[in-house]
T-cell receptor, first 114, second 111 residues
Framework: GAVVSQHPSRVICKSGTSVKIECRSL??????MFWYRQFPKQSLMLMAT?????????EQGVEKDKFLINHASLTLSTLTVTSAHPEDSSFYIC??????????FGPGTRLTVT | KQEVTQIPAALSVPEGENLVLNCSFT??????LQWFRQDPGKGLTSLLL?????REQTSGRLNASLDKSSGRSTLYIAASQPGDSATYLC??????????FGTGTRLTIIP
């Protein structure tokens, strides 16, 4: 299957700082990338959908000014958590699709804000 | 709004037994349904994808069925092994191309 990577796998940052997470499709061109967050023992919740070269579409309740998404190329999307707070600590997972309605998931990034 | 529910939330079975995980969804207008496993602290591993026109898919000891009209899917695991212990998630894709995930079933296989 298609391979999607995320970097970093784990990050610890101080409250008030910003953190950038990268999502890359390694062996295919992703027309659409999705960002999810997952709290402990809960399922994945979609945060936003990004299409290459256009603005991301955010789900209801997700602050677009706090979670900045950039999809600059067909193989890279980034999620920047700005002015992070402890409540932003979570597991962030990206996925990539080719328009076939099957998504390929990255390994996730564990963010801890102290 | 699509809602996906998985029952049971947790399941423990002795090694070697066959088991069934259940998934139900409220809106039958889906394109496909996918089953994933997630190990603690890890990402998702795709297990099986069933297109809306299909009724089942098989991979090794896993068999997934789909009854789109009744909004149900099952994941059958044969001859369970301790390595099968994980959280199993089902997810559906609808017309908006967004995946809606179920609540998950945490499976423990007892050696």
């Amino acid at each position: 299957g298609a391979v999607v990577s995320q970097h970093p796998s784990r990050v610890i940052c101080k409250s008030g700082t910003s953190v950038k997470i990268e999502c890359r499709s390694l062996d295919f061109q992703a027309t659409t990338m999705f960002w999810y967050r997952q709290f402990p023992k809960q399922s994945l919740m979609l945060m936003a959908t990004s299409n290459e070269g256009s603005k991301a579409t955010y789900e209801q309740g997700v602050e677009k000014d706090k979670f900045l998404i950039n999809h600059a190329s067909l193989t890279l999307s980034t999620l920047t958590v700005t002015s992070a707070h402890p409540e932003d600590s979570s597991f962030y997972i990206c996925s990539a699709g080719q328009g076939t309605r099957e998504q390929y998931f990255g390994p996730g990034t564990r963010l801890t804000v102290t | 709004k699509q809602e996906v529910t998985q029952i049971p939330a947790a399941l423990s079975v002795p090694e070697g037994e066959n088991l069934v995980l259940n998934c139900s969804f409220t809106d039958s207008a889906i394109y496909n349904l996918q089953w994933f496993r997630q190990d603690p602290g890890k990402g998702l591993t795709s297990l099986l994808l069933i297109q809306s026109s299909q009724r089942e898919q098989t991979s090794g000891r896993l068999n997934a069925s789909l009854d789109k009209s009744s909004g149900r899917s099952t994941l059958y695991i044969a001859a369970s092994q301790p390595g099968d212990s994980a959280t199993y998630l089902c997810a559906v894709i609808g017309g908006n191309e967004k995946l809606t995930f179920g609540t998950g079933t945490r499976l423990t296989i007892i050696p």
